[in-house]
């Protein structure tokens, strides 16, 4: 189970997962309704995008040959900034939706880098040699 957890293959297939989670729920004209908290919308987004940030930073990581976390790190950033992009522009599409908002997308971004963390988090626990103490 280990050695899944540290394929490359296993995590881009998570982040087509998410992706694919993502489009669904963008292309529906009405969400159901979440918990009842402040900033509800920017909150989830920030989420949703950490959890897509963070399996997008291990594919990188675990990635032959591999690359630094800084580079994993900025390359996760990169990703869900330009997935939160073209979702917004998707969901400008969809009817009773709005789309191109620049807080939705600015938490996006910032999920990507939450996530990043995540990973970073995970990669240390999976990777072969073992967490350093």
Known sequence: MLSA????KFWY?????????????SSLPKLPPGPKIPFEDKVMHLIFYSIGGAWFYL?????????SGRAAMWAAVLFCALIGASDEFHQSFVPNRSGND????????LGGMVGSLFGWIGWRLIRPTGPRL
């Open 5 to 8: 957890l540290r394929s490359p």
């Open 13 to 25: 297939g998570m982040v087509v997962v998410w992706f694919l989670t993502l489009f669904f729920l």
């Open 59 to 67: 594919a990188r990581r675990f990635q032959l040959p591999p690359i």
């Open 102 to 109: 620049p807080w939705d997308w600015l938490a996006d971004t």
